[in-house]
């Protein structure tokens, strides 16, 4: 709490007293053994205590609230609050009172009043209240700007102005990492996972309401923060989703492409916007915060001049039998292409059909689905490599190896057997 008043040569005082919520009273016991010299005294003043919730002496736990002591602390993303009052202490009638109150921050001022007109006249012991609320969204030195301005009776004009410095401090450290789906070619969704590691810096718990993902106008988001339990998913935090003081959560999102961005997904390049945090959490009795991240942003896959995935393989095969898998080849450059494939065999895995054909034209950011067949002569777990994509434009070979794995079974083995 901090108050301020005018110097006595005004006819007007001027009173700012931040608003904030009261604390639960906490009382500390103090025990001993009953063989010890003060024996069950303590006990019982601690029963009589009537801050103590009677049957909990020691658990430190209060039915009293107590008023704010000093103005505290303000976080980014909680509301500043505060209570202005100009008081007529002087035996006369003071006209065309006008109250304004603006908030400097290091990169703008900000005008808090509710009205800008001016209250025609004061009588002697009479006051003008106001209550301003405004949400801080930047860290670092705030000074609350008061100014009051007014006419006394003989027509001389009177003005005065207080200032009221304070600090915003960070409430949470947000750190952000991102993970492609794509491990190996056989992946063509374009998913991107993020992970969110958000830690309490505050010296208070935080109950967390809400963290959420609000994506990009590409992406469309699944939250993997909660565990199917029936028709509703339980946290993966548990039922009780507090965060105390240091203690980092780590929350992830799944991200893809949605199906009008999914074929561009595939050949951005640069820097992609992926979105931006929503959080919101509440302290001692309900004050309420929201922190809002910038757009993050996202380093894209370089897949090089031309990308090749896969659309469809079977995860099993029989072995000496045929399978068909189905190849998609972008071009992620910026010229048209003459592309020529051809299949290369290795030990396990054997191509069918003719290598070197000629695939034709393909465009910028184009994309051409080929279907392929393939046989596996070893059991177990085989990697599908060997294919060579040829631009004839440039006599530029591209090499794809370790595309995808099928696990290789006998169909006529049994355990019995």
Same mark, same amino acid.
């Given at each position: 709490?901090?108050?301020?008043?005018?110097?006595? %040569?005004?006819?007007?005082?001027? &009173?700012?007293?931040?608003?904030? &919520?009261?604390?639960?009273? *906490?009382?500390?016991?103090?025990?001993?053994?009953?063989?010890?010299?003060?024996?069950?005294?303590?006990?019982?003043?601690?029963?009589?205590?009537? @801050?103590?919730?009677?049957?909990?002496?020691?658990?430190? $736990?209060?039915?009293?609230?107590?008023?704010?002591?000093?103005?505290?602390?303000?976080?980014?993303?909680? /509301?500043?609050?505060?209570? +202005?009052?100009?008081?007529?202490?002087?035996?006369?009638?003071?006209?065309?009172?006008?109250?304004?109150?603006?908030?400097?921050?290091?990169?703008?001022?900000?005008?808090?009043?509710? @009205?800008?007109?001016? #209250?025609?006249?004061?009588?002697?012991?009479?006051?003008?209240?106001?209550?301003?609320?405004? !949400?801080?969204?930047?860290?670092?030195?705030?000074?609350? #700007?008061?100014?009051?301005? =007014?006419?006394?009776?003989?027509?001389?004009?009177?003005?005065?102005?207080?200032?009221? &410095?304070?600090?915003?401090?960070?409430?949470?450290? #947000?750190? /952000?990492?991102?993970?492609?789906? %794509?491990?190996?070619?056989?992946?063509? /969704?374009?998913?991107?996972?993020?992970?969110?590691?958000?830690?309490?810096?505050?010296?208070?718990?935080?109950?967390?309401?809400?963290?959420?993902?609000?994506?990009?106008?590409? =992406?469309?988001?699944? %939250?993997?923060?909660?565990?199917?339990?029936?028709?509703?998913?339980?946290? *993966?935090?548990?039922?009780?989703? =507090?965060?105390?003081?240091?203690?980092?959560?780590?929350?992830?999102?799944?991200?893809?492409?949605?199906? !009008?961005?999914?074929?561009?997904?595939? #050949? +951005?390049?640069?820097?992609?916007?992926?979105?931006? $945090?929503?959080?919101?959490?509440?302290?001692?009795?309900? %004050?309420?915060?929201?922190?809002?991240?910038?757009?993050?942003?996202?380093?894209?896959?370089?897949?090089?001049?031309?990308?090749?995935?896969?659309?469809?393989?079977?995860?099993?095969?029989?072995?000496?039998?045929?399978?068909?898998?189905?190849?998609?080849?972008?071009?992620?450059? !910026?010229? /048209?292409?003459?592309?020529?494939?051809?299949?290369?065999?290795?030990? @396990?895995?054997?191509?069918?059909?003719?290598?070197?054909?000629?695939?034709?034209?393909?465009?910028?950011?184009?994309?051409?689905? +080929?279907?392929?067949?393939?046989?596996?002569?070893?059991?177990?777990?085989?990697?599908?490599?060997? $294919?060579?994509?040829?631009?004839?434009? $440039?006599?530029?070979?591209?090499?794809?190896?370790?595309?995808?794995?099928?696990?290789?079974?006998?169909?006529?083995?049994?355990?019995?057997?």
């Amino acid at each position: 709490m901090e108050v301020n008043q005018a110097k006595q %040569e005004h006819l007007l005082a001027l &009173k700012v007293m931040r608003l904030t &919520k009261p604390t639960l009273f *906490t009382n500390m016991p103090v025990t001993c053994e009953d063989r010890d010299l003060p024996g069950d005294l303590f006990s019982q003043l601690m029963k009589n205590d009537p @801050s103590i919730i009677k049957g909990a002496e020691m658990l430190m $736990l209060g039915e009293m609230l107590t008023l704010p002591q000093n103005f505290g602390n303000i976080f980014l993303g909680e /509301t500043f609050s505060s209570y +202005i009052s100009v008081h007529n202490d002087s035996s006369q009638v003071v006209k065309d009172i006008l109250v304004k109150a603006d908030l400097q921050t290091s990169s703008q001022r900000l005008n808090l009043s509710a @009205s800008s007109a001016a #209250v025609s006249e004061l009588q002697p012991d009479s006051c003008i209240d106001d209550v301003i609320h405004h !949400e801080v969204k930047e860290i670092g030195t705030h000074i609350l #700007v008061c100014a009051v301005s =007014y006419t006394t009776q003989s027509g001389e004009k009177m003005y005065f102005r207080k200032f009221f &410095k304070f600090q915003v401090l960070k409430p949470l450290d #947000v750190k /952000t990492k991102f993970y492609n789906a %794509e491990s190996d070619l056989s992946s063509v /969704t374009d998913e991107v996972f993020l992970e969110a590691q958000i830690q309490n810096i505050t010296t208070s718990p935080m109950f967390m309401e809400k963290v959420s993902l609000e994506p990009s106008m590409m =992406y469309c988001v699944s %939250e993997l923060n909660s565990v199917a339990a029936g028709d509703d998913g339980e946290s *993966t935090f548990g039922k009780m989703s =507090y965060l105390q003081p240091m203690d980092t959560r780590q929350y992830l999102y799944c991200l893809k492409p949605k199906p !009008e961005f999914a074929e561009k997904a595939g #050949v +951005i390049k640069g820097v992609t916007v992926i979105g931006k $945090l929503d959080i919101v959490w509440k302290t001692n009795l309900g %004050e309420r915060g929201r922190l809002q991240t910038s757009q993050l942003q996202r380093m894209a896959p370089g897949y090089g001049d031309v990308r090749l995935s896969l659309e469809y393989i079977q995860d099993t095969v029989n072995i000496e039998e045929p399978f068909d898998i189905t190849c998609k080849i972008t071009n992620c450059s !910026e010229r /048209t292409m003459d592309l020529v494939l051809e299949m290369c065999n290795s030990r @396990s895995i054997h191509w069918c059909g003719v290598s070197g054909r000629q695939l034709g034209k393909l465009g910028p950011s184009a994309s051409l689905s +080929i279907p392929l067949r393939l046989l596996a002569s070893v059991q177990g777990l085989q990697s599908v490599s060997g $294919l060579r994509l040829t631009d004839t434009f $440039l006599k530029r070979t591209y090499e794809y190896d370790d595309i995808a794995q099928v696990c290789v079974v006998c169909p006529f083995w049994s355990p019995e057997t």
